[in-house]
């Protein structure tokens, strides 16, 4: 199958940064085998229009929990600790499967109509995820999430399920999934554990999904409990010797930061989910500054309260010059590439996804600019970045395929997802 995309203007986000005026994409199975002026020998099957529209890498949200889809909006306005211990573990404790599945299916649909074509997942039942990804077309990375028990044989079947969850998915789909070890956090794990972990990722040759250093009480407590914050700590018990993801890093020092650029560690900001759950602010432009990889993720859609990306490169980039008190701070480019490439190396895929180049993987979207909220067009990466709406996500490709079109959803029946996410969603809440 091969795809022509004409007369579009492309943003590349590979070497090139700057916004190419009318040209045109070739695909060819699951590649971008060519992009410029039209050639005759161009073999078309199906001719996509590109005028009005810019084509961008398909945005990669890089840490999520997307099952939690079905608690939105049931438990806010209270901090991390309280949403999680209080409200959010307790109806968690009596997930099911198959809640997990139409919680997955619902938020692959809203990921696709906003322009994400790539997702990294912690959570339960991670099975079933990987189902509803295979199904929708979408690109993933699964990582059951694992919090440590009482029971000893507990914990040995939560590492043996990702075992169990690696071998079953990670390549699968055409290469589209992808599995990593999660220790929820060193809260909610001990330092015996986490060694367990270690081990295991090291034996699957699998990277590392975990929460950091999110709230101000996780850093006191681990001082309190480790004399040491709960970057040192998880460093000196060996974690970074496996490539980390590391989900939020707000409250960071010096010396952590230090430690998280010199181990190559990569850091997604949520700073939708910092907001809400009042976590503070991250020192992503520090961060960048001293040689991190900072990609950018929306959390779970119950402290978001939804998945959407434009929504976060936007916060990214007007909190930080408000923090920073310097409006040069997080320009609209750097938020797009927190989003698209650097999305794609924090998930170790920088060599197929995350930017528009011959010989990669066809990621990519096509957002409409025929939008009165996107005229005059002065700017092509200030309007992604500053003026674009989730909504104004046209066209989505993954590996090729074409999983919306016109605004339409080509493999999901959305009826059919949302009628059954809200009955799991109800009856989870009631059990
Ligand atoms: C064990 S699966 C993942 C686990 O993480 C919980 N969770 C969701 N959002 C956050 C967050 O911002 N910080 C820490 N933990 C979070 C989720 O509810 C699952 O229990
Ligand atoms: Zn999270």
Redesign the pocket.
């Known amino acids: 199958m091969s795809i022509l995309i004409k007369n579009v203007t492309l943003l590349p986000m590979g070497a090139k940064k700057e916004p190419i005026e009318d040209t045109n994409i070739y695909i060819e199975g699951d590649k971008i085998q060519y992009i410029g002026e039209l050639k005759e020998e161009l073999k078309v099957d199906r001719v996509i229009d590109g005028k009005n529209k810019v084509a961008m890498p398909g945005l990669v949200n890089a840490h999520t ?1 997307i099952s ?1 889809s079905l608690l939105r909006n049931y438990a806010d306005d209270v901090p ?1 600790y309280e949403w ?1 211990t209080q409200k ?2 307790p109806v ?1 404790a009596n997930l099911t499967e198959e809640d997990v599945y139409w919680g997955a299916m619902l938020s692959i649909a809203e990921m696709i109509q906003s322009g994400i074509t790539c997702f990294s997942d ?3 039942f991670m099975e079933e995820v990987g189902k509803a990804a295979e199904e929708t077309g979408i690109r993933g990375v699964l990582s ?4 440590e028990e009482e029971s000893e044989a507990l914990n040995k079947e939560k590492l043996d399920y990702t075992k169990n969850l690696y071998k079953n998915w990670n390549g699968k789909a055409d290469g589209r999934i992808k599995v990593m070890v ?1 220790p ?2 060193p809260y ?1 794990c001990s330092p015996a554990y986490l060694e367990k972990i270690i081990d295991l990722a090291k034996e699957l040759g699998a990277g590392i999904h975990i ?1 950091l250093s ?1 709230t101000k009480k996780e850093v006191e407590d681990s001082f309190e409990q480790y004399k040491k914050s709960p970057i040192k700590h998880v460093y000196d018990l060996g974690l970074f010797e496996i490539p980390t993801l590391a ?2 890093c707000v409250h960071v020092s010096d010396e952590d930061i230090e430690i998280l650029s010199a181990n190559g560690v990569s850091v997604v900001n ?1 700073p939708g ?1 910092n907001l809400k ?1 009042a ?1 503070g602010f991250a020192p992503v432009e520090k961060m960048i500054n001293r040689g991190v990889n900072v990609a950018l993720g929306t ?2 859609s ?2 978001n309260n939804n998945l959407n990306m434009f929504e976060e490169m936007n916060l990214a980039a007007v909190i930080n010059k408000a923090v920073n008190e310097s409006a040069v701070s997080i320009p609209a480019i750097t938020a797009i590439e927190m989003a698209t490439s650097n999305g794609a190396k924090a998930l170790n895929w920088e060599d197929e996804i995350g930017s528009i180049e011959v010989g990669k993987k066809a990621d990519l979207i096509l957002v409409d600019m025929n939008k009165p909220h996107l005229y005059p067009r002065h700017n092509v990466v200030s309007a992604l970045a500053y003026s674009c709406q989730a909504s104004d996500v046209e066209t989505v490709i993954v590996d090729g395929k074409v999983l919306m079109e016109k605004y339409e959803l080509k493999t999901i029946d959305i009826e059919k997802v949302m009628y059954n996410a809200e009955k799991a969603a109800h009856s989870l809440v009631n059990r």
Do not use: P, V
Request: proline content about 0%.
């Open positions: 929990h939690m991390l999680l959010i573990w968690e912690m959570y339960f059951r999430g694992t919090i999660a929820h956090a909610t929460h999110e989900a939020h949520n989910s759950l976590s959390d779970g119950s402290s």
